[in-house]
C-alpha cells in the first residue's frame, strides 16, 4: 500500500527565480553564471598611496583608507610611519542596499584621540563603469587628494571604482556592506571558499616473519606479535603459532594514510611476558614516501628490515643498538582502490587513488545555491535571535563553501559552484550551517551549529535540464523532527557523451581491486572512519577552517549507529519491496479462488498457450515488463528526491527513541534508562531470534529429506523420487505441467481447507531445533 504524500510543510517546492539559464539576453553574465540570480555591488579597490604628508609632531603618518557610501563605512588596517602604504583591498557594496549617491573614500592618520584627515576622494555613482567578466579587471588610476574645501591637497591614492555582480573575481575576498558588523578575524571566517580533500592512500603491511629475536628471558617460550602505529591508527597481528625465536604471521594490516605523508610508519616486535604485559624485542621506523607505490594485483616485493631496541644506560640516556635481529615485510601504498571516506549510500566519488586509473568526466554539475528563507533563530545576540547562515557542498574530492550572511533568516547567497562528474551513480550533499565564529568567536570554543541538509542523486536528473526548487532543511532533535528553513537551489547535470554514460553502468560501481583483492565488511568499517577522521582533521586546519563538526555531519559519520527509528524505517522498506510480491501472490489466490471467473477462464487459455509453446515464455515476460515501463513513464517523477520524514519515520517516532538515538557511544543515561533500553532492545532481538530459527528449521526439513535422520520420511521420499522418475520419464513434460497447473487452479468446489498433503510431509520432517540447549 502506498503511504500518503508528506505533508505541505516537508514538501519539496518547484520555484521559478529570475536565473539566465534558458532566457535569451545579451548579457555575458547569463551564459557563464546562469544558474543564479544576479546580485549588482558597487566595488572600491584600494590599492596604494603616495607622497602623504606627515601629521602628527614627529612628522608621520599612520595611514589608513575610510571607504564610506552613506551609511556604510569599511576602513583597511593602518601603517605606522609610512607615506607610501600598500594595502590592495576590495569593498563590496550590496546595490540594493546603496542609499547614498556619492562614493566617499576618505585617507585618515591613525591617532590617540582623533584620527587626522589627510585628505579625500569623491565618486557620483551614476559616473561607475560597469564590469562584467570576463571582462579584464578595470585598471585603478591615481587620484588626487581633496581636502573638505574641495582644495587638492598634498598626496595621492590609487583607487579603481566600478560596478559589477557576485561573478567578480574580486567578490569572495572583498570586504562586504552586508557583514559590516563584523570585524577583526571574524572577517576570514565568513568568506566563500573552495577546499579539497586530501588524497587518500591504502597502506598494505603484509607481515611474513621475523628472525633471531632476542627475548631477555631465554628459558620461556615467546609469544610474539607485531604491533603497528600510523599516526593514530594502531593495529597488531595476532600472537605467532610458531612459539621460537623465527616466529611466522603472514598476516595483512591496512592503514589509510593522507598525501603529502607527515607520519612514518612504526612496527613493534613484541612478546607477550605476563597479564598485561608486554616485552618490546625490536622496533622498525618505515617512512612512507619510500614505500612502492602499485596500481594492480600483481605481488610487490618483500623487504627485510633490520629491528632495532632502545636500551637504557645509566637510568638516564637512551642508546640505540641494531643488532641481527630482523623482520621481512611486503609493504605498499595501494592505488588501484578507492578509499571510501563517506557512506557507501551517499557516495560522491568512486574513483581509485591513483590518477593514472581514472577514467574520462562522462559530464559536468552545475548547482547555484541562491537562497534560503524562514531559517530559525539558532542563537541568541543582544537578547534576540540570530542566524549567520552559510552553505557547504560536498561532491567528489571537491568543497565548497559559501560566504557568511551576518544576521539574516532570508540569506541570498546567489552563489554558483560546478564538479566533473566521472560516475552518474553519485550523490551531492548541501549542508546549511550557522557560523558561531563570526562575532569574536575565532578562538575554537564555539560550534558552527547544523540547519539541515540536502542530497541529490545524479542519476535522478534528466541531463541538460535545470532544476529550480526549494527543499525543506529538516533536522532530527531529540523533541522530534523540525523544519528549520527551506533552501533554493538551481541543479543542472550536463552530459558531455551520452553513449560513456550509458556504458557507465555496464562497470563495476568500484575500482577493481575491490572485486580481485575484497576486503572484509569489518575492515572497509574500520577504515572508512579512519579516512573520515584524517578528512576531517585536514580541512579543519584551513583557513578559514571547515570545522570538525561540519565534516562529520557532511560525511553521515553516525550513519551505523543503532536507532530504533531508522530500523523501524528499514523494515517497512523492506516491506515496501516485497509488496509487489505480496499483491502477486493476493492476486494469483483469488485467480485459483475463482472470485472474478472470466478472469480465472483467461489465465487458464494462457496458461495453455504457454505450455504448448514454451519457447514463448521470455518473451511474453519481457513484453510484459516493457509495457509496464511504458505505462508508469507517464507518472515518472518530474523533480528530484529529497529528505522524506515518513519514509524515515522521523515525523512519528517516539520520543525515548529520539532520546536513545541522540545518546552517547558509551550511554550518558542513568542506569534505569539504560536497563529499559536493553530489556527492550533483548525483546526485539529475541524475536529476530526466533525468525532465524524458524528459517534455519525449514533449511534443516529439506536436508533431512535424504539424509536419513527420519527413516520412514526419507523411506517415503526416495520411494516417491523413483516413482515420479519412473513417470517423468515416460510422460511428456507439457501433460505434466498442464495436470499440475490444472490441479492449482482448480475450481473452490474441488479444493478443503486442510493443509496438503507435500505440506503435511514436509511440516513432519524432524529439524536440529530438537538439540538446542
Not at 593495529?235 to 612459539?243: E, G, Q, Y
Not at 505480496?582 to 483467461?602: E, H, M, R, Y
Request: glycine share 6%.
Amino acid at each position: 500500500m502506498q503511504k500518503p504524500p508528506q505533508a505541505v510543510d516537508f514538501a519539496l517546492k518547484e520555484t521559478s527565480p529570475k536565473i539566465g539559464a534558458g532566457s535569451v539576453t545579451g548579457d555575458k553574465l547569463s551564459c557563464t553564471y546562469d544558474l543564479v540570480e544576479q546580485m549588482q555591488y558597487l566595488y572600491v579597490r584600494v590599492v596604494k598611496a603616495k607622497d602623504l604628508p606627515g601629521k602628527d609632531v614627529t612628522g608621520s603618518c599612520d595611514p589608513y583608507v575610510e571607504v564610506k557610501l552613506g551609511n556604510y563605512k569599511g576602513t583597511t588596517k593602518h601603517f605606522e610611519k609610512k607615506s607610501n602604504p600598500e594595502w590592495n583591498q576590495v569593498f563590496a557594496f550590496s546595490k540594493e542596499r546603496i542609499q547614498a549617491s556619492v562614493l566617499e573614500v576618505y585617507v585618515k592618520d591613525k591617532d590617540v584621540v582623533i584620527d587626522d584627515l589627510i585628505g579625500r576622494a569623491m565618486f557620483d555613482l551614476n559616473e561607475v563603469p560597469k564590469r562584467i567578466p570576463p571582462d579584464s579587471p578595470l585598471a585603478p588610476q591615481w587620484y588626487r587628494l581633496e581636502d573638505r574645501k574641495g582644495d587638492k591637497v598634498k598626496g595621492e591614492l590609487m583607487l579603481a571604482v566600478w560596478m559589477g555582480t557576485q561573478a567578480d573575481e574580486a567578490f569572495p575576498d572583498a570586504w562586504h556592506s552586508d557583514a559590516a558588523t563584523v570585524g577583526g578575524n571574524g572577517v576570514t571566517h565568513i568568506r566563500s571558499k573552495v577546499y579539497l580533500s586530501p588524497k587518500l592512500w591504502y597502506v598494505r603491511v603484509n607481515i611474513i616473519e621475523a628472525q633471531d629475536l632476542l627475548p631477555s628471558d631465554k628459558s620461556r617460550f615467546p609469544e610474539v606479535f607485531v604491533k603497528a602505529i600510523l599516526g593514530n591508527q594502531a593495529l597488531r597481528t595476532r600472537t605467532s603459532i610458531s612459539k621460537t625465536i623465527n616466529p611466522m604471521w603472514n598476516e595483512d594490516l591496512m592503514f589509510v594514510v593522507a598525501d603529502p605523508f607527515e607520519e612514518p610508519l612504526i612496527l613493534s616486535v613484541e612478546d607477550r611476558v605476563g597479564q598485561n604485559k608486554d616485552e618490546v624485542l625490536g622496533k622498525c621506523l618505515i617512512p612512507l614516501p619510500m614505500v612502492q607505490r602499485r596500481l594492480d594485483h600483481k605481488p610487490v616485493n618483500s623487504r627485510w628490515f633490520n629491528l632495532e631496541k632502545n636500551v637504557i644506560v645509566d637510568g638516564e640516556h637512551k642508546k640505540e643498538i641494531k643488532f641481527a635481529s630482523r623482520i621481512h615485510l611486503r609493504i605498499c601504498l595501494e592505488g588501484g582502490y578507492h578509499v571510501l571516506d563517506e557512506s557507501t549510500h551517499y557516495s560522491s566519488d568512486l574513483r581509485p587513488t591513483a590518477k593514472q586509473l581514472w577514467k574520462s568526466s562522462i559530464g559536468i554539475l552545475e548547482v547555484g545555491i541562491l537562497s534560503a528563507h524562514g531559517l530559525m533563530p539558532m542563537k541568541t545576540k543582544d537578547g534576540r535571535g540570530t542566524t549567520d547562515a552559510y552553505c557547504v557542498a560536498k561532491y567528489g574530492q571537491k568543497w565548497v563553501r559559501t560566504r557568511t550572511i551576518v544576521d539574516s533568516f532570508m540569506p541570498r547567497w546567489n552563489e554558483q559552484y560546478t564538479w566533473e562528474v566521472f560516475d552518474p551513480c553519485t550523490v551531492i550533499t548541501i549542508g546549511v550551517f550557522d557560523n558561531g565564529h563570526v562575532h569574536g568567536g575565532g578562538g575554537g570554543g564555539g560550534k558552527d551549529s547544523r540547519i539541515g541538509k540536502v542530497r541529490i542523486r545524479l542519476s535522478t536528473l534528466e541531463a541538460d535540464r535545470v532544476y529550480t526548487h526549494s527543499y525543506p532543511l529538516l533536522v532530527l532533535h531529540p523533541s522530534g523532527v523540525k523544519k528549520t528553513g527551506e533552501i533554493q537551489l538551481a541543479v543542472r547535470f550536463t552530459c558531455s557523451s551520452l553513449i560513456n554514460m550509458l556504458h557507465m553502468y555496464s562497470h563495476p560501481l568500484l575500482p577493481k581491486m575491490h572485486y580481485i583483492h575484497p576486503l572484509s565488511v569489518i575492515q572497509l568499517d574500520s577504515l572508512r572512519h579512519q579516512a573520515m577522521q584524517i578528512v576531517s582533521m585536514r580541512l579543519s586546519r584551513a583557513e578559514p577552517p571547515l570545522r570538525k563538526e561540519i565534516v562529520e555531519y557532511m560525511l553521515d559519520v553516525d550513519s551505523h549507529m543503532w536507532s530504533m527509528r531508522r530500523s523501524k524505517a528499514n523494515f517497512f522498506r523492506i516491506m515496501g519491496v516485497l509488496s509487489g510480491l505480496i499483491a502477486v501472490g493476493k492476486w494469483f489466490d483469488q485467480i485459483c479462488n475463482w472470485k472474478n471467473p472470466l478472469t480465472s477462464i483467461l489465465i487458464h487459455i494462457l496458461f495453455i498457450i504457454l505450455v504448448l509453446y514454451p519457447e514463448l515464455i521470455l518473451p511474453t515476460v519481457f513484453l510484459y515488463l516493457f509495457l509496464i515501463g511504458i505505462w508508469n513513464f507517464r507518472w515518472r517523477a518530474r523533480h528530484p528526491p529529497h529528505m522524506d520524514t515518513r519514509l524515515s519515520h522521523a515525523d512519528a517516532a517516539h520520543p525515548d527513541e529520539l532520546d536513545e538515538e541522540f545518546d552517547t557511544f558509551p550511554t550518558s543515561r542513568s542506569s534505569d534508562i539504560v536497563r529499559m533500553r536493553y530489556d527492550r532492545l533483548r525483546s526485539i532481538a529475541g524475536r529476530v531470534q526466533t525468525v532465524i530459527g524458524d528459517l534455519a528449521s525449514q533449511g534443516e526439513r529439506f536436508q533431512s529429506l535424504l539424509s536419513w535422520r527420519d527413516p520412514r520420511a526419507t523411506t517415503l521420499f526416495v520411494t516417491f523420487c523413483l516413482i515420479a522418475a519412473l513417470v517423468l520419464y515416460v510422460t511428456p513434460f507439457q501433460v505434466i505441467a498442464l495436470l499440475s497447473g490444472f490441479y492449482v487452479l482448480r475450481h473452490p468446489r474441488f479444493r478443503h481447507k486442510l493443509p496438503s498433503v507435500p505440506l503435511n510431509f514436509f511440516r513432519r520432517l524432524p529439524a536440529r531445533s530438537d538439540s538446542m540447549l
